[in-house]
């Protein structure tokens, strides 16, 4: 039984509406268990999806979010919750990608981030984009992302 109090979250155990908008969402942060100890933890959403902002026609990416945490964690239902609330927001795939790795950073001060958004094709043309902060500490395995290029119909 641990003597630190239960982290105060908004929708951990509890009925959450989807947010408005990115920015009208809430994520919540959780003490890191071990800190002090360095390990990547990562999240990868394969269905992400938002709107351009100049057609209003979806946009779908595969993101990969990898952090090695300092004091917190991010609360994966709080992260479910602010991902999903692209779905209607429109912006271009390097503001989605680098705002969502900014938002974390600013809630979390991990010691290391980078997120890889890899979007699909918008008028045959996929792009990805990959922003990063922090230095990886010394003997932290960090994986390849494990998404492949764009290949079509290679």
């Known amino acids: 039984m641990s003597d630190k ?59 990969v979010i990898d952090y090695v945490p300092d004091q917190w964690l991010v609360e994966s239902k709080s992260l479910k919750l602010y991902l999903t609330s692209f779905r209607s927001h429109g912006a271009f795939h390097e503001d989605c ?3 969502i790795g900014k938002r ?20 045959g043309i996929p792009i990805d984009v990959f922003w990063q902060t922090g230095s990886l500490p010394a003997g932290v395995w960090l994986p390849d992302q494990g998404v492949a290029p764009y290949r079509g119909r290679g």
């Open 104 to 123: 974390l950073v600013a809630l979390l001060a991990p010691t290391y981030l980078r997120i890889g958004g890899y979007w699909y094709p918008r008028g």
């Open 97 to 99: 990608t680098v705002g």
């Open 5 to 63: 109090p239960a982290p105060v979250t908004t929708h951990l155990g509890q009925a959450s509406m989807q947010p408005a908008s990115p920015e009208l969402a809430v994520l919540d942060r959780v003490p890191n268990p071990h800190p002090g100890t360095h390990y990547v933890a990562r999240f990868a959403v394969p269905e992400f999806t938002s709107i351009c902002p100049v057609t209003g026609q979806p946009d779908f990416a595969h993101l």
